[in-house]
């Protein structure tokens, strides 16, 4: 029988840096743009036996990996292969991919006998997840929601919003619910949603080869949050899939049945709020950061200047926590305006000069000054509150509060649509800048209904 999950996308609001380290929270809210997976048997002919998996995104070029798998010895869990010659040989290797699915079968081996059938397993993504520069332009190119990008995968450019967590955490939790008796795991309980985000964690910090605070998958999990790391010691006990033990390891890890849990995660789903008549969007700038380069550069600086470093964190964690106090405060009185905003307003500006601050001292483009140039120029028009560069900053999408009005969206949409960079110069650095479609989300991964995708599959 089918399933089907998805899971939102983020933006970090405010927290961006801070929230690699467990002192320091990140305000972080799910996006309504989602990542959705559908798994299938892989029916085949009568008689013909089959080990594999296959994996496509039918809105990319070639995009298909097949999969064979084993069990290993001294319970070191499953392993995957690629298949040579049976993938798309114009893709490169899918890393998330392939670790998200060797994760799973593990954590699955150890709760039924290994008899994992053969399936085929489909990846969509709404549209905001990319930038639009190769969608193809005919009336072919939107089926319902799922855009035709017209690029190999690797081709595309990201607009930040936290695709590979989504798509992991959709990936365990399909791959989850189709392998697992009904009621192993419920992705919809609070026991399931913990399962699913341990287990997407862990395959999420392999695959990327660090152990990463983890906010994005906590918000594909959860939706939107205030957020607390874990300690990376949780992960760094599991080992290598492959080595002795790490089935059992990785059960143990995921399950968290000891006194006290392993995961010393905090997620407060209930202190974050968009107030009534108020609205996040995104502004994509068609271009993407080398956030892991940018992230060593800061803590780099840090490390160096460790008092002055302190201050700042300091400084800035106390402007996160007034931002998510203010949007509690104005949830609570009724509908936001502009005048009742001003705080509001007061607050962001300054949260965006400490960032100025950190991007000027370690010699990172945090705020880089065509987003600064951009943000102000946005914040000028009626109905919008203010905006910032989210996460790790640099040229992903621009993350603005404005009120929840069709007016506003839509004079906010044309002046992008017409904005125009003023410096030659830095006209390289981003690209056709849109405002993407796409709002907060509370509600975090969920099982979706299979029929939604029979024309895709």
């Known amino acids: 029988m089918a399933t089907a999950v998805s899971a939102p996308g983020k933006v970090l609001l405010a927290g961006g840096y801070l929230v690699v380290d467990r002192d320091y929270t990140g305000l972080v ?13 892989l029916h085949t002919s009568s008689g013909v036996s089959l080990s594999e998996i296959i ?5 990319f070029r070639a995009a298909e990996w097949r999969y064979g798998y084993r069990l290993t010895e001294d319970n070191g869990g499953v392993e995957v292969i690629q298949l040579a010659g049976h993938s798309s040989p114009t893709q490169p290797r899918n890393h998330f991919v392939e670790t998200a699915l060797a994760y799973t079968l593990t954590y699955v081996s150890c709760h039924t006998s290994f008899n994992i059938k053969p399936a085929t397993i489909t990846i969509f993504a709404d549209s905001d997840y990319y930038s639009r520069q190769g969608a193809l332009n005919s009336s072919t190119a939107r089926i319902d929601r799922f855009v035709d990008f017209g690029v190999p995968l690797h081709k595309a450019h990201k607009t930040g919003l936290g695709s590979s967590a989504a798509l992991v955490t959709a990936f365990v939790a399909a791959v989850l619910l189709h392998y697992l008796p009904v009621d192993t795991v419920v992705i919809d309980s609070d026991a399931g949603k913990a399962r699913v985000h341990n287990l997407a964690q862990a395959a999420h910090c392999n695959a990327q080869g660090k152990i ?14 205030i957020y607390r790391r874990f300690s990376p010691a949780v992960l760094e006990r599991l080992g290598e899939l492959g080595s002795p033990g790490f089935a059992k390891r990785l059960l143990v890890t995921v399950n968290d049945n000891s006194t006290p849990n392993l995961w010393d995660t905090q997620i407060q789903r209930s202190e974050i709020h ?5 609205r996040l969007v995104m502004c994509d700038v068609d271009c993407g950061s080398e956030t892991p380069a940018m992230v060593k550069k800061v803590f780099t600086w840090r490390k160096e200047n460790q008092e002055e470093a302190a201050l700042l964190w300091a400084t800035l964690q106390k402007g996160n926590e007034d931002l998510a106090a203010e949007l509690r405060r104005l949830a609570t009185g009724g509908t936001a305006s502009t005048v009742s905003c001003a705080n509001l307003r007061g607050i962001i500006l300054t949260i965006r000069s400490l960032v100025r601050e950190m991007s000027e001292k370690a010699g990172v483009p945090i705020e880089p000054k065509v987003q600064t140039e951009l943000i102000d120029a946005c914040s000028e028009l009626p109905g919008v509150v203010g905006g910032l560069v989210p996460g ?20 906010l949409s044309r002046f992008l649509d017409d904005y125009k ?15 993407l479609e796409v709002k907060q989300e509370m509600v975090g991964v969920k099982a979706e209904d299979v029929k939604m995708y029979n024309k895709w599959v």
């Not at 994996?55 to 809105?59: E, L, M």
């Not at 968009?274 to 108020?278: A, E, H, N, S, V």
């Not at 790790?392 to 004079?411: C, H, P, Q, R």
């Open 29 to 41: 809210f799910g996006l309504n743009a989602r990542i959705h997976v559908h798994v299938d048997e």
């Open 55 to 59: 994996v496509r995104s039918p809105q």
């Open 212 to 225: 990463g605070s983890g906010f994005d998958v906590a918000a594909a999990v959860y939706g939107s949050c």
């Open 274 to 278: 968009i107030p009534k008549g108020l």
């Open 392 to 411: 790790a900053g640099g040229f992903d999408a621009i993350a603005m509060l404005v009120k929840d009005s069709a007016e506003t969206v839509d004079n």
């Open 421 to 435: 960079i003023t410096e030659e110069g830095q006209k390289a650095m981003i690209g056709k800048v849109r405002l």
